[in-house]
């Protein structure tokens, strides 16, 4: 039976997915795709409403946003992929209901934070070091070009920023955070395969190679923006899944 509340979950985050997607876009015009946010509200409804609303307003939302945005040689692969990138964080993030001690939850904190830096150190000085051009399309304004210069610095400061933010949150915020991030983590690992095997269909090797960075890059903004948006959402409006004050939760 089809519950209510999953069906009203499922529009109104789908309209939240395309509309987050469609907001802040980046034409990448080595691929002809684009650089986009959406990833926040795909994570966001994943770990609210669970893997099956997750999956439809990650996969329908994205999808719609392609073809609204004029990108629909991306829209079958993106239906796809989302989807299941929605369903895993969806189904991964219902796992921290099991009751391990806080200080076990603690060292998964510990661990993705380190992970998490890597990944933001790795990609910023690799790809967005030196002169940077985006290039922004925005709603009714159309598209701007504009280049940045940022230092390698920036980007190890901001990795170890990510790293204190997982870390700090785990230890005095929620315990399962850590739990929670690994589950973007792997969501976002599985966009970022999917859309390379898709790519490399589409656009060729080379071009799939080139999309890999600013894939990662949106999993990577998504995870840091839908952690604390996903906690402040709980503490105003009650969720359907459950927070870290578990009765089962063992103390450590």
């Known amino acids: 039976m089809v519950n209510r509340s999953d069906v009203a979950g499922a529009a109104v985050f789908t309209a939240f997915v395309a509309a987050a997607t469609m907001a802040l876009s ?11 946010v959406g990833e926040i509200m795909v994570y966001t409804s994943a770990l609210l409403m669970g893997p099956y609303v997750g ?31 929605g369903f895993v964080v ?6 921290a209901l099991r009751g391990l001690s806080r200080s076990k939850w603690r060292a998964i904190a510990v ?24 290039s922004l399309v925005l709603p009714m304004l159309g598209r701007s070009t504009m280049v940045l210069n940022v230092a390698s610095e920036v980007w190890l400061a901001i990795g170890v920023l990510a790293f204190v933010m997982v870390v700090a949150a785990g230890f005095s915020v929620e315990p399962k ?18 859309y390379y095997l898709y790519e490399v269909l589409v ?50």
């Open 26 to 36: 980046a034409y990448v015009a080595a691929t002809g795709g684009y650089f986009n």
């Open 55 to 85: 999956a439809f307003a990650g996969g329908v939302g994205s999808m719609l946003s392609d073809i609204s945005l004029g990108y629909a040689q991306f829209a079958p692969g993106t239906l796809v992929i989302k989807g299941v990138e």
């Open 90 to 95: 969806g189904y991964l993030g219902r796992l």
């Open 111 to 134: 661990v993705v934070g380190l992970i998490v830096s890597g990944i933001v150190t790795w990609v910023g000085t690799s790809f967005y070091s030196g002169d940077v051009e985006f």
């Open 177 to 194: 955070i850590g739990w929670l991030a690994l589950a973007v983590l792997v969501g976002g690992a599985v966009m970022v395969t999917g």
């Open 203 to 252: 656009l060729g090797m080379v071009g799939a190679l080139v999309e890999v960075p600013f894939n990662i890059t949106q999993a990577t903004i998504g995870l840091m923006v839908s952690l604390p948006l996903v906690r402040s959402i709980r503490r105003i409006i009650p969720s359907k899944v459950p927070t870290s004050t578990s009765p089962n939760e063992k103390k450590g």
